[in-house]
């Protein structure tokens, strides 16, 4: 009989809690005028991040010492390679939302088994939004089930994406709607496991951090997130960034995958 903490459900309970307290933490600095500074490559973080970033380190290591860990604002190394099992966390995904005092940012935390996630808890604070997923096992808003849909077409399709998605010639040419932009990626993709719209993508500059937590609930919501090829994301390793994805349910994946694919084949960059 494997050891209780070996379950999805163990570790997405444990994610769930953390997720929400590390929320309520950050509630504390939002709308404060927190500190903000720039980082190596450009980006802000907040004192909020760094809060919660140590926060749930706090919460999440010491529960599961076996585990490896890779975090947006952590120092990172190669001893998580060698972990078979791997938190995977992004303190405050958005933090650009959240310094404008916007409500769409979120704290993303996942952990990722032999490179796919395994267990999953999105919150997102002002909104009083939980969503959690376990291989297996399904995802959820709160106590409600989720599921992609699975009707959606080309035309007429609500996609969220970068701001420069609606200027693209393709787009337009095949009748997708773009919707407002959503600051924090792994939202915007939860919408898609919600149902609230019907597909979402991704530019390059995406990170392990911002979609692994993402990707397990709109996996198990039914849909699949997939780089323009259509393969799955593959985490925890060396280089944690990744291509154009996209996350849709039913025909659209495949029908969005190839509409960007062939846009980028024809030398025009992705929008970002």
């Given amino acids: 009989m494997p050891d209780a903490d070996s379950l999805p459900s163990a570790d ?27 980082k190596a ?11 919660v970033d140590r926060f749930v380190a706090e919460a999440l290591r010491p529960a599961r010492p076996g585990y490896g860990w890779l975090s947006e604002e952590g120092k990172d190394d190669d001893e998580r390679l060698a972990r078979r099992r791997v938190f995977v966390v992004d303190p405050i995904d958005g933090t650009r939302a959240f310094i404008a005092g916007k409500p769409d940012w979120t704290i993303s935390l996942a952990v990722v088994e032999d490179g796919r996630p395994f267990a999953a808890a ?35 399709c609500r996609l969220a994406a970068p701001s420069g998605f609606s200027r693209a010639a393709s787009v337009k040419a095949a009748g997708i709607e773009t919707v407002g932009f959503v600051h924090s990626l792994a939202y915007r993709l ?7 719209i019907d597909a979402a993508a991704a530019s390059s500059r995406a990170c392990d951090w911002d979609i692994a937590a993402a990707d397990l609930i ?7 997130l997939s780089n323009l090829d259509g393969e799955p994301v593959r ?32 030398d025009a960059p992705l929008p970002t």
Avoid: I, K, W
């Fill in 190 to 196: 939860a919408l898609v496991a919600a149902g609230r």
């Fill in 41 to 51: 490559d450009a980006s802000p973080v907040t004192e909020a991040d760094l809060a």
């Fill in 12 to 38: 997405a309970a444990l994610l769930a809690e953390t997720a929400r307290a590390a929320g309520a933490l950050a509630l504390g600095f939002f709308q404060r005028d927190p500190q903000v500074f720039t």
């Fill in 122 to 156: 999105l919150y997102c604070p002002v909104t009083d939004e939980m969503f959690v997923a376990e291989r297996g096992g399904g995802a959820r808003l709160d106590d409600t089930p989720l599921a992609v849909r699975t009707d959606a077409s080309l035309v007429g």
């Fill in 235 to 266: 985490y925890n390793r060396r280089d944690v960034s990744h291509p154009p994805l996209v996350a849709a349910g039913g025909r659209l994946h495949g029908e969005l995958t190839a509409l960007f694919a062939a846009f980028s084949r024809d």
């Fill in 218 to 224: 709109v996996h198990e919501a039914g849909g699949r």
